[in-house]
């Protein structure tokens, strides 16, 4: 699998990041293992989780995907071969200090992940989402301390609006002694462009960040697996799904399809094709339930589109950067 340099860091990245999201929640142990074995085994190397996977489903407690992840990597010895990224921010744990990007919870959050992922150091510690009730320089300094202590290399964000990017690049050229943001997980696909396309695209390109979208085949929907006319939608994510049930979403499967049927692939390498070709991303992240899942995606890699066919999902997916939405149907 191609590698990439995550933007700025020495971190050498696959140009797909598994999303471990599911583990723990709709894949067992054993499945995800699996998954991970066939990732490992296509030359993967870059795996994306968060501390409060999957702390909504009854009886998790949040940090089931990251346990299964230390669980994996001890049992397959691999330390050396992977790059883990976690995140923080959500809540752990009672009482005010139990969420949030303040010191206090950072401190203390990374090393429940630490010891969840059987790790002495997480390479990429992203910030889940922005936290309007702290500065993000006590969130960065937060952070250097971490990194000081060798608990982790390097730092990102996630669902960070153009503003806050802003600040917190700003920041750290202000105090070099501050670590500087080296990427944002921004939620990118064809039915979901105009968030990152229309401003944080720009900013990544000027600031040298690594990209690593999350959902690019919008939880299932652009594997081509739900028709127009097929039966209602009955799964746990399915209300997320639903949300692209429109004329606009279906014209963009419909695209997808014919382009799929040309090149002998699935639907769903189409799509991240798409992405990789897009200014700017380092490596879409991807998940599965079963090894099988993950092999109708691997194709993209090798994918090229023409340009073409790339114009062709441009025009199908324009009302998702028009005005982030498409005209409602079914």
């Known amino acids: 699998m191609q590698t990439m340099r995550l933007g700025s860091s020495d971190l050498e990245v696959s140009r797909l990041c598994l999303g471990t999201m599911n583990f ?6 054993a499945e995800s293992f699996a998954v991970l074995d066939a990732f ?3 030359g993967g190397n870059f795996i994306d ?29 691999v330390r050396d071969r992977v790059v883990i990224a976690t995140k923080v921010r959500g809540r752990m744990w009672p009482g005010p200090d139990g969420e949030g990007l303040h010191p206090k919870h950072i401190k203390y959050a990374v090393n429940g992940s630490l010891k969840r992922l059987q790790v002495d150091t997480i390479d990429l510690y992203q910030a889940h989402w ?6 993000i320089e006590e969130t960065l300094g937060a952070f250097d301390e971490l990194r000081q202590a060798g608990k ?3 730092f990102g964000v996630s669902n960070y609006p153009p503003d806050r990017l802003r ?23 064809l039915v979901h462009r105009k968030e990152w396309e229309e401003e ?8 040298n960040l690594g990209v690593i979208p999350y959902s690019p085949l919008a939880s299932g929907f652009l594997t081509g697996k739900y028709t127009k006319d097929g039966p209602q939608v009955e799964s746990q994510r ?9 004329e606009g979403g279906w014209a963009v499967v419909d695209a997808l399809r014919e382009i799929a049927g040309s090149h002998g692939v699935a639907p769903a390498a189409v799509a991240l094709a798409w992405t990789l070709a897009q200014a700017g991303i380092t490596a879409p992240i991807v998940g599965a339930n079963s090894a099988a899942q993950l092999a109708d995606q691997l194709p993209a890699l090798s994918l090229a589109l023409s340009a073409g066919e790339l114009s062709a999902l441009n025009a199908a997916s324009q009302p998702f950067l028009d005005d982030g939405t498409a005209h409602p149907g079914r």
């Open 24 to 29: 723990g929640w709709t894949a067992t142990e």
């Open 167 to 189: 600040a917190a690049l700003e920041a750290s050229k202000r105090d070099p002694s501050l670590p500087k943001v080296e990427s944002l997980q921004p939620h990118h696909s």
């Open 40 to 42: 490992l085994e296509a």
């Open 49 to 77: 989780t968060a501390n409060i996977y999957s702390r909504w489903l009854p009886g998790n407690k949040g940090g089931e995907s990251e346990e299964i992840i230390g669980r994996w990597v001890k049992d397959r010895g």
């Open 152 to 154: 982790v290399r390097f």
């Open 200 to 207: 944080l695209q720009r900013i990544c390109l000027e600031e």
């Open 130 to 135: 922005f936290d309007e009730n702290t500065p």
């Open 238 to 246: 399915a209300r997320t799904v639903k949300q692209y049930f429109n």
